[in-house]
């Protein structure tokens, strides 16, 4: 088991390997470790939580001057039992985004920094949607030259748990364009109408060794990816949880979570059972670097890089 790192996209993009059994896990951040205002993520982390956990946490993670964190925005590309999977789509480009500037109209290179590391987008199998949020779905489609959006991978099989998937489709029924951001609109509403994405029920098995699990609570449907190798166990947190930050007091959660108590109950479960077996963990928003394991201490968790 080995983790190395480069650079593609002439250095824009830093890509970390990890290669574990069988199995290949890349990782690249749509945008990588971008400043936010901690309380427009944990509305909790102010004060005496702020400083407590920049003195925790490796420098910069937490910046007590501007009262903000660092966040990424993680895609995985697994390689796995003869198939490439892409484990969520970020932010996209040239997306409109008002309320968040820092996705608003992008123009980055995340495509070419696939096509670079070798997974061109006809190359892509299966592209995993976690849930439903603007910042998992943003590449699942692409702009033609008409300006119409198509899928990003034309040959991939999209999948989504079933239960987010019907919850966003009816709430857009009655709200419209405005959903999410404009997301639902313009990254799942092609897909649906050209039936290209599937939700399928929890648990569900992707290919060998790769399968879908619920985690509810951030979202109503929310899955984690779990891979299994002969070596170790990874698995791809989602929006279990946002920030290291958070490791040492896991029932505090993020502003987005819709249902707080399910969504503590589940980190709480899922970051458990991590530490207790092992589990190489790749969360969605932490900047890198990104494959560690869990150590418990206390009512919280150490994260120990690989």
Request: glycine share 8%.
């Amino acid at each position: 088991m080995t983790v190395s790192q480069r650079d593609v996209a002439g250095g824009a993009y830093k890509v970390q390997t990890l290669r574990v059994g069988d199995a290949r896990v890349h990782r690249l951040s749509d945008i990588e470790t971008v400043k936010w205002p901690a309380t427009s993520l944990l509305k909790w982390l102010t004060g005496d939580q702020l400083t407590a956990a920049a003195a925790r946490l490796p420098p910069g993670m937490v910046d007590p001057e501007t009262n903000s964190i660092l966040l990424s925005f993680n895609s995985y590309v697994v390689e796995t039992a003869g198939k490439v999977v892409l484990i969520d789509a970020g932010i996209g480009n040239g997306k409109e985004r008002l309320d968040r500037p820092h996705w608003h109209r992008r123009n980055g290179l995340f495509m070419a920094a696939l096509t670079e590391m070798g997974f061109a987008p006809e190359r892509v199998d299966i592209v995993i949607n976690t849930h439903m949020h603007a910042d998992h779905v943003g590449w699942n489609t692409v702009a033609d030259d008409d300006g119409n959006w198509v899928p990003a991978f034309p040959n991939a099989r999209y999948l989504a748990p079933a239960v987010d998937l019907t919850y966003w489709s009816e709430r857009f029924a009655t709200e419209g364009d405005a959903l999410l951001h404009g997301s639902f609109a313009d990254s799942v509403v092609p897909l649906l109408k050209l039936g290209r994405l599937e939700g399928v029920a929890l648990p569900h098995e992707i290919v060998p060794g790769l399968a879908l699990e619920p985690a509810p609570g951030h979202s109503p449907g929310m899955a984690v990816v779990r891979l299994r190798t002969d070596d170790a166990e990874v698995l791809f947190l989602a929006d279990v949880i946002h920030h290291p930050a958070q490791l040492s007091d896991p029932g505090k959660g993020s502003n987005f979570c819709m249902d707080p108590a399910v969504a503590a109950a589940t980190r709480r479960r899922l970051l458990d059972e991590c530490a207790d077996a092992a589990t190489i963990v790749a969360p969605y928003h932490f900047p890198a670097p990104v494959f560690g394991r869990l150590h418990a201490v206390g009512e919280g968790f150490d994260y120990v890089p690989l």
